[in-house]
């Protein structure tokens, strides 16, 4: 079943009068959605019981609950402390997934300033590698692991990259964020013939069972020649790429995926509307 939702809140939501996370999973479902990213971006500090409760709003109202570690992990560093940080911030935001009956966390990978791309990939994998061993161990297996593709150059993650790092273990499922692909491409996602290719190199790589599952950001993104610069809303048409591209492809592959709009402010309206392009493409072709 494809899944859509929002990263965090939509200031429509505050402008309802709400204020908790724990009254999301509710507000998003009237709204019709179905998915729902959690954000520890800036670290882990929602305790259990607001947790439980939160997963217990969401199992209520059909809401897949995926949750975005802390974005200064860096499984890249060269700095052997920072990497067994790095394990332990994930390792934290596995507890809040369990509590929160999260079945996927999502997670930047790191940096290739100093060390290089293919030193820095070969050390991200080793970190993974000892995480999830790590995760096995506290109970937490049945988690995914979802390591995102980057948007600027000096991050490590690339779309190749990522998949290397997901050859590694089944259980990783990887993060295709389409705006930064898009955005480290200098605009490079134009047509859905783009986008096949997109999804033609992550079936090849992992196989079509796990591509079916892979876990999405959308939204449309401004760039620089270093890659990712800001995110916008989709009613900002000057910036790509398009989900009318996209969405012809995960219906004509009968792909399932979690779709998470990251608009700036409006990503459970935009969700919204990825989810209408979506069923309306499904209903032309008489598949729905």
């Not at 937490?140 to 600027?152: A, Q, R």
């Not at 997901?166 to 783009?194: V, W, Y």
Request: with cysteine; aromatic share 8%.
């Amino acid at each position: 079943m494809i899944r859509f939702g929002p990263s965090g809140n939509s200031d429509s939501f505050y402008e309802e009068g709400f204020k908790s996370s724990v009254q999301m999973p509710a507000w998003l479902a009237s709204k019709g959605l179905n998915a729902y990213e959690y954000s520890c971006t800036k670290g882990v500090k929602v305790g259990e019981a607001t947790a439980r409760e939160i997963g217990q709003q969401a199992e209520s109202n059909n809401i897949s609950v995926s949750i975005h570690a802390p974005y200064y992990i860096n499984m890249s560093s060269e700095e052997e402390d920072k990497r067994e940080n790095s394990k332990r911030y994930i390792m934290e935001t596995l507890q809040v997934a369990k509590w929160m009956g999260a079945k996927r966390i999502v997670v930047h990978t790191g940096s290739t300033s100093k060390l290089g791309r293919e030193k820095s990939l070969e050390l991200a994998i080793q970190v993974l590698k000892e995480t999830l061993q790590m995760s096995d161990a506290a109970g937490f297996g049945d988690i995914s692991i979802c390591p995102e593709v980057l948007g600027k150059h000096n991050q490590l993650g690339t779309l190749e990259e990522i998949m290397e790092m997901c050859k590694n273990d089944e259980r990783l499922i990887p993060t295709i964020d389409f705006g930064h692909i898009h955005a480290r491409g200098l605009g490079m996602l134009n047509s859905q013939e783009d986008f096949e290719k997109v999804i033609d190199y992550i079936e090849n790589s992992i196989g079509k069972e796990r591509a079916k599952r892979i876990h999405c950001h959308f939204s449309r993104i401004e760039f620089s020649k270093g890659g990712e610069k800001k995110h916008w809303n989709f009613a900002d048409k000057q910036f790509g790429p398009e989900f009318e591209h996209l969405a012809p492809v995960l219906v004509n592959r009968q792909m399932e995926p979690v779709i998470i709009c990251e608009s700036r402010g409006m990503m459970a309206e935009d969700a919204s509307e990825m989810k209408d392009i979506y069923y309306g493409i499904l209903e032309n072709q008489n598949l729905f």
